[in-house]
């Protein structure tokens, strides 16, 4: 049983941080990538950012150079920290893994199989 638990969402002000975390726990905690998602409302969801286990890392053009992801192989948890966030940040942010990561569609929803529930972020002009 695959159990990806988010939290760290919440209220901020336009130009504020948050750190989003997500533990992961069962058969693929050492999972191959991590990758973090978002869907604003009557919105699709988007790629965010996704991390290899070797800890190279992929960014949305929407979110490069305001947020980082990270992860801590040891506590099997992936962290997004978002800075500058802006009112189009709002969405439900989702964290998800890759089982079998390839390069060229490491950014599709369709490489991974496994989610979190979601945890909100908002984000006030």
């Known amino acids: 049983q695959v159990q990806l638990v988010e939290s760290g969402g919440g209220l901020v002000q336009a130009g504020g941080s948050l750190r989003l975390s997500c533990a992961v726990s069962g058969r693929t905690a050492r999972a191959p990538a991590v990758g973090w998602f978002r869907q604003a409302q009557g919105k699709e969801r988007e790629f965010v950012a996704t991390?290899?286990?070797?800890?190279?890392?992929y960014y949305a053009d929407s979110v490069k150079g305001r947020f980082t992801i990270s992860r801590d192989n040891a506590q099997n948890t992936v962290n997004l920290q978002m800075n500058s966030l802006k009112a189009e940040d709002t969405a439900v942010y989702y964290c998800?893994?890759?089982?079998?990561?390839?390069?060229?569609?490491?950014?599709?929803?369709?490489?991974?199989?496994?989610w979190g529930q979601g945890t909100q972020v908002t984000v006030s002009s």
């Open positions: 998800a893994i890759a089982p079998a990561p390839i390069l060229s569609t490491i950014t599709q929803l369709s490489s991974y199989d496994y």
């Open positions: 991390i290899r286990w070797s800890g190279a890392s």
